[in-house]
């Protein structure tokens, strides 16, 4: 995907028109295509080229749109970075990428930062005031908004998603200037959207893959971003109404808290077209209660990967197949095999492989994973255990990798074991998912202390709090004598699954 002449194609159809609605504000094309390529000649001139990497440190506002369209418009790399991690994490992400800038919100030591990076060249800083770097209003003044001159390849490298934040083995989803296409491409071949859509993110975050298909959906199909900073579902419900959303994406969790206001009923929400469904596992019935507000619309569920550019399906508008996640034949091939990779016939239960040009290119600086997951002949492992019935429609059944999908992040279990072993009194811990009513799922973890120390979960809690993200710290907490393990002497997850110690 061309970003830069899509933003030059946009802003001359519609320079007037409202690309982005924030806080109440209305941004134009023209002025999304004039702050974009500001930022683009300056770190052009800066020295940056197409193989460098920007970090991302930022909430969902406008600027952080500007820094992906801008950074993409020059055709370097980014790396955003989800805005709950800590300053530990941010600072293994930026060693990892050897990002040359970063541009962030002082909630950080941006000092520190700066200090243990040793790529970093550069640190803009969203606000005026912040000693010693660079802000985010003089940079802009010091630039034109001219199209950068730069040569545009699809196959250059365009994002490098995080989806775990370990120090030893971080993975980031390398994604190509071509893999750009497929988010549009897949919403507007399953849901047929227009230049009349108006979409609301409200709360999905932009360092996540479906927080930049909004993005993409803007600049590609001209259709207006209503943006919300953070999730609230009073303001979510009361921008659907004011704006006349035709369209939004949220994680089951917040179809939740929706439902769980006063009064949600009494909200107009009638301009609906679709409300989608993303990110962990979710329920008919919680879908089905939601649609009872609005019956006009059609509530999907869909399903795609970070390494498979999501989205990648949708179910049908039908509510009797709500519990699928649709069809898995644009933009991608789909199979079920066996624990050999033997390919099986429906209606057989198996792990879902997918093929095509919407998988990613590896995982950055880990060849390792990268053929752990991907097979010589193109054929993505994702790890979700899948079933397909007489229409060929698929279903998700479980997940078969040691993955935990907390109201739409991914936690992954050796991250948090990792750092609970940094505490000394621990002397072994297994993490596991356990079903949690509002979040999808959330982390436990089995801790064995050290014969001579006791301590509290509290203490525990307090250390964790320093090296993860809040959502990836353990919300309960079992202190046991001894862990199962199997006859190689490794830690037995599905004993202590099915113990129901929780």
């Known amino acids: 995907m061309n970003i830069r002449e899509l933003l030059t194609k946009q802003a001359k159809r519609y320079p007037q028109r409202s690309a982005i609605l924030f806080k109440e504000k209305a941004i134009t094309f023209s002025q ?30 406008p600027q952080t749109i500007f820094t992906f369209l ?10 955003p970075l989800d805005f709950m991690l800590t300053e530990n994490e941010i600072i293994n992400f930026i060693n990892h990428s050897q990002a040359k800038v970063l541009i962030a919100a002082p909630k950080i030591d941006l000092a520190n930062v700066k200090d243990k990076c040793k790529s970093l060249e550069e640190v803009i800083v969203s606000e005026e005031g912040a000693e010693g770097f660079s802000s985010w209003g003089t940079v802009l003044e010091k630039s034109s908004p001219s199209q950068p001159l730069v040569e545009y390849k699809e196959n250059n490298l365009a994002a490098i998603f995080y989806t775990s934040g370990s120090t030893g083995h971080p993975k980031g989803v390398c994604l190509e200037y071509r893999h750009l ?12 959207l227009s230049e009349e859509d108006i979409t609301l993110c409200g709360g999905v975050p932009f360092s996540h893959v479906g927080g930049l298909g909004y993005i993409l959906m803007t600049v590609q199909l001209s259709s207006t971003l209503v ?8 303001e979510f419900l009361k921008n659907i109404e004011r704006h006349k959303v035709t369209i939004f994406c949220i994680v089951p969790a917040m179809y939740i808290a929706i439902l769980s206001l006063k009064g949600y009923g009494k909200f107009d929400l009638s301009s609906l077209r679709y409300a989608v469904v993303f990110g962990a596992p979710s329920s008919p019935i919680l879908l089905k209660r939601f649609h009872k507000l609005c019956p006009q619309a059609a509530v999907l569920n869909g399903w795609g990967m970070t390494e ?49 040009e919407a998988i990613m290119r590896e995982y950055y600086k880990e060849p390792g994973l990268t053929k752990e997951v991907l097979t010589e002949d193109g054929w993505l492992k994702t790890g979700d255990i899948v079933r397909v019935d007489s229409n060929q429609l698929y279903y998700i059944v479980g997940r078969k990798k040691d993955m935990i999908k907390v109201a739409g992040e991914i936690v992954f279990s050796a991250e948090v074991e990792e750092k609970i072993h940094r505490y000394s009194k621990v002397a072994e811990v297994a993490v596991i998912g356990v079903a949690d009513d509002l979040r999808g799922e959330v982390p436990k973890a089995f801790i064995v202390s050290k014969d001579e120390d006791s301590f509290s979960e509290q203490e525990l809690k307090d250390f964790l709090k320093e090296h ?7 919300h309960y907490f079992e202190f046991v004598g001894d862990l199962p393990k199997n006859r190689t002497g490794k830690i037995d997850k599905q004993k202590l699954s099915e113990s129901r110690l929780f």
């Not at 990497?53 to 909430?59: G, R, S, T, Y």
């Not at 296409?181 to 047929?192: A, D, G, K, R, Y």
């Not at 429906?346 to 093929?355: C, F, H, I, R, T």
């Open 70 to 79: 801008g950074v993409f418009s020059m055709g370097s790399v980014v790396v």
């Open 227 to 234: 943006l919300m900073e953070r999730f609230q579902p009073l």
């Open 32 to 61: 999304v295509r004039d702050s974009s390529f500001k930022l683009a000649n300056y770190l052009l001139k800066a020295g940056l080229g197409c193989n460098d990497k920007v970090a991302i440190f930022l909430p969902n506002t």
């Open 468 to 474: 993860l993200a809040h959502f990836k710290i353990p």
């Open 308 to 356: 498979t550019s999501a989205p990648n399906s949708f179910s049908p508008p039908d509510e009797s197949k709500i519990s699928s996640i649709g069809y898995l034949d644009f933009n991608i091939e789909a199979k079920i095999v066996d624990d050999n990779g033997n390919k099986l016939d429906s209606p057989s239960q198996g792990e879902l492989w997918v093929k095509g």
């Open 181 to 192: 296409n497929n988010p549009s491409q897949v919403i507007n071949h399953f849901l047929e």
